[in-house]
């Protein structure tokens, strides 16, 4: 298994540009999420996903687009890139959607927007 | 809402020094907590976790118990080694609005650096 993958590891944006942050997993898990790492403010939830065609709003959703087509895969797509989404991007999976704590992380993608 | 809050870092210690890192909690109920781990490089993994009051989560000599009567989920290691130096970040569990699915609520994180 490879577990939790996200590509690209490093992007810089222009101010404007659109992107689209790749998450897959290969352990079936009905559970995904997305996370936003700045320092100091640990992690905060972008989007999360249920199963798949289920998505809904975490804590900071503005600007961000997700999509369910798939158990496997869960893209996150900025819209207009704005240099306050500079950060580090962690995907995240889970078996149960009760029991997200048992969250398998992806490696991160740093996004720098200038 | 529901919150955490973890001493701040960085701490820097020697090689076989006690550890303990701060972690108090604000929840209406009775949420599970957890320890995470984030070694350079590499994204969050669950180092232990307790689900109710008086619980003691361990893994990897690492341990923290669950007090709810003064909020707390402290985390402690009697020797530390060079290869525990990372992020650790506390954090529970909170349901989202009236749904049955879950989120995690971390804390800000605290970067521990042990020294040969």
Not at chain 1, 71 to 88: G, H, I, K, M, N
Not at chain 2, 54 to 81: C, I, M, P, W
Request: neutral net charge; glycine residues 10%.
């Amino acid at each position: 298994n490879a577990g939790v993958t996200q590509t690209p590891k490093f992007q810089v944006l222009k101010t404007g540009q659109s992107m689209t942050l790749q998450c897959a997993q290969d352990m079936n898990h009905e559970y995904m999420s997305w996370y936003r790492q700045d320092p100091g403010m640990g992690l905060r939830l972008i989007h999360y996903s249920v199963g798949a065609g289920i998505t809904d709003q975490g804590e900071v959703p503005n600007g961000y687009n997700v999509s369910r087509s798939t158990t496997e895969d869960f893209p996150l797509r900025l819209l207009s890139a704005a240099p306050s989404q500079t950060s580090v991007y962690f995907c995240a999976s889970s078996p149960d959607r009760d029991t997200p704590y048992e969250q398998y992380f992806g490696p991160g993608t740093r996004l720098t927007v200038t | 809402g529901n919150s955490v809050t973890q001493m701040e870092g960085p701490v820097t210690l020697s090689e076989e020094a006690f550890l303990t890192i701060n972690c108090t909690y604000t929840a209406t109920g009775y949420p599970s907590l957890f320890w995470y781990v984030q070694y350079p490089g590499e994204g969050l993994q669950l180092l232990l976790k307790a689900t109710k009051a008086d619980d003691k989560g361990s893994n990897k000599g690492f341990e923290a118990t669950y007090r709810k009567e003064t909020t707390s989920f402290h985390l402690e290691k009697g020797s530390v080694q060079v290869s525990d130096s990372a992020v650790y970040f506390c954090a529970l569990s909170d349901r989202i609005g009236y749904s049955s699915a879950s989120k995690i609520i971390f804390g800000s994180g605290t970067r521990l650096s042990i020294r040969p």
